[in-house]
C-alpha cells in the first residue's frame, strides 16, 4: 500500500480473480477512504477495468484543474499508471492526429495494477497531437492528449 492507492497492488489483483471467476460484470466497493469499481470487458477478450474515486477527491480535482489551467486543450490522466495509444500491441491507436472525439471517445487506456482503464475524451474536439508517447509511465494530472 503507498500514499496514491490505498490497497496494494494483491489486494487489486485478487479482487479482479474473485471477479472473473464470478458470475458478475461489475464489482462496486466503497468505504469511507476510496470507491473501487472494477469490471469486466464487453467482449471475450476485454479484460477488466477499474475506476478510483478517494474521499479526499477535492485535492486531486484541483491538480486535475491547474493542469488543465496549464495547458486547456490537454486531456490528462485520471489516474497514474502506463499511457497506452492502442488497446493492445501491434493494434491501431484509438485515435490519431485530426480525428475527431467527443465526450465518450476512448483516447487511450492507462494501465495500473494490471488493469486497463479506457481514457475517454470528455469534450468534443479535433485531436492536435500525443503529449506522450506510447508505454510511457504517467501520473494523475498528467497532460496525455491536445484537443482543440
Same mark, same amino acid.
Given at each position: 500500500?503507498?500514499d496514491?492507492?490505498?490497497?496494494?497492488?494483491?489486494d =487489486?489483483?485478487?479482487? +479482479? *480473480?474473485?471477479? !472473473?471467476?464470478?458470475?458478475y460484470?461489475?464489482?462496486?466497493?466503497?468505504?469511507?477512504? %476510496?470507491?473501487?469499481?472494477?469490471?469486466?470487458?464487453?467482449?471475450?477478450?476485454?479484460?477488466?477495468?477499474?475506476?478510483?474515486?478517494?474521499?479526499?477527491?477535492?485535492g486531486e =480535482?484541483a491538480?486535475? +484543474? *491547474?493542469?488543465? !489551467?496549464?495547458?486547456?486543450?490537454?486531456?490528462?490522466?485520471?489516474?497514474?499508471?502506463? %499511457?497506452?495509444?492502442?488497446?493492445?500491441?501491434?493494434?491501431?491507436?484509438?485515435?490519431k492526429?485530426?480525428?475527431?472525439?467527443?465526450?465518450?471517445?476512448?483516447?487511450?487506456? =492507462?494501465?495500473?495494477?494490471?488493469?486497463?482503464?479506457?481514457?475517454?475524451?470528455?469534450r468534443?474536439?479535433?485531436?492536435?497531437?500525443?503529449?506522450?508517447?506510447?508505454?510511457?509511465?504517467v501520473?494523475?494530472?498528467?497532460?496525455?492528449?491536445r484537443?482543440?
Amino acid at each position: 500500500m503507498n500514499d496514491d492507492l490505498p490497497l496494494s497492488h494483491e489486494d =487489486v489483483a485478487e479482487i +479482479a *480473480a474473485i471477479l !472473473e471467476k464470478s458470475g458478475y460484470r461489475e464489482l462496486d466497493l466503497a468505504t469511507r477512504r %476510496f470507491r473501487l469499481r472494477v469490471a469486466k470487458g464487453d467482449d471475450a477478450g476485454g479484460g477488466l477495468t477499474q475506476e478510483w474515486q478517494w474521499a479526499g477527491a477535492a485535492g486531486e =480535482v484541483a491538480s486535475g +484543474a *491547474a493542469a488543465a !489551467e496549464a495547458d486547456p486543450d490537454a486531456i490528462c490522466s485520471p489516474l497514474p499508471g502506463t %499511457f497506452y495509444h492502442s488497446p493492445q500491441p501491434g493494434a491501431p491507436p484509438f485515435i490519431k492526429p485530426g480525428d475527431t472525439v467527443g465526450p465518450e471517445t476512448v483516447i487511450g487506456i =492507462v494501465e495500473t495494477m494490471k488493469l486497463m482503464n479506457p481514457v475517454h475524451a470528455g469534450r468534443s474536439g479535433t485531436v492536435s497531437d500525443f503529449v506522450v508517447a506510447d508505454g510511457t509511465l504517467v501520473a494523475k494530472g498528467d497532460a496525455l492528449v491536445r484537443v482543440k
